[in-house]
């Protein structure tokens, strides 16, 4: 339990990385001069999906609490290292779970570049959520947090040695039954 709760060092370093060098992106973009400004055309900011995907958040945060199989893994967890490491003895899985992981990663990227990159207002001008800083920051945000949760239950549902978790009210030795021990 200690270990899935533990930061992998190596998991974190390349998070934050990734997440820093889009935040220099972002304030590069912010930096750089457009020969015109762009203006904003109306009908771009797409506030009714992302309403809706408010929703979906929000409904699968309350099913993540009540029902914690449906939780996705903690990505930079010691144990998720682990199971990453192991999945390279496997090339069929190797290749999905590179490939997802690698869509993570540039999602972190993309977070960070939006820090610094959304104060530009041609940045935010056609985006999601946008004209403004905030609705194009929630906007982006929001889809980027939901793609990686997708990607990282799919990434957890191929990496070898997956844990079940217990049901509330089920016994502590239930709780950590490897995949097909039973």
């Known amino acids: 339990m200690l270990e899935r ?7 974190t370093a390349t998070a934050l990385a990734a997440f820093g060098l889009g935040v220099v992106a972002g304030g590069r973009e912010l930096v750089t001069e457009r020969p015109t400004a762009v203006g ?20 699968w945060i ?7 199989a449906v939780r996705p893994p903690m990505p930079l967890s010691a144990d998720f290292a682990r199971r990453v490491r192991a999945v390279y003895r496997s090339p069929l899985r ?6 997802l992981l690698v869509v993570c990663l540039y999602l972190v990227w993309r977070m960070g570049q939006q820090v610094l990159g959304g104060l530009d207002p ?9 004209p403004g800083y905030v609705g194009a920051f929630y906007c982006h945000y929001l889809d980027c947090l939901l793609q990686i949760a997708v990607g990282l239950v799919l990434v957890d549902r191929l990496l070898p040695g997956r844990t079940r978790v217990a049901r509330p009210g089920a016994s502590a030795d239930d709780a950590t039954v490897p995949k097909g021990a039973r």
């Open 94 to 99: 190797a290749v999905p779970v590179t490939v």
């Open 40 to 59: 904003h055309s109306p009908g771009t900011e797409a506030w009714g999906v992302h309403i809706a995907l408010t929703g979906v958040a929000l409904a």
């Open 5 to 11: 709760c533990r930061l992998s060092p190596w998991l």
């Open 122 to 130: 041609s940045f935010t001008a056609n985006a999601w959520g946008g």
């Open 62 to 68: 309350a099913a993540a609490v009540r029902y914690p």
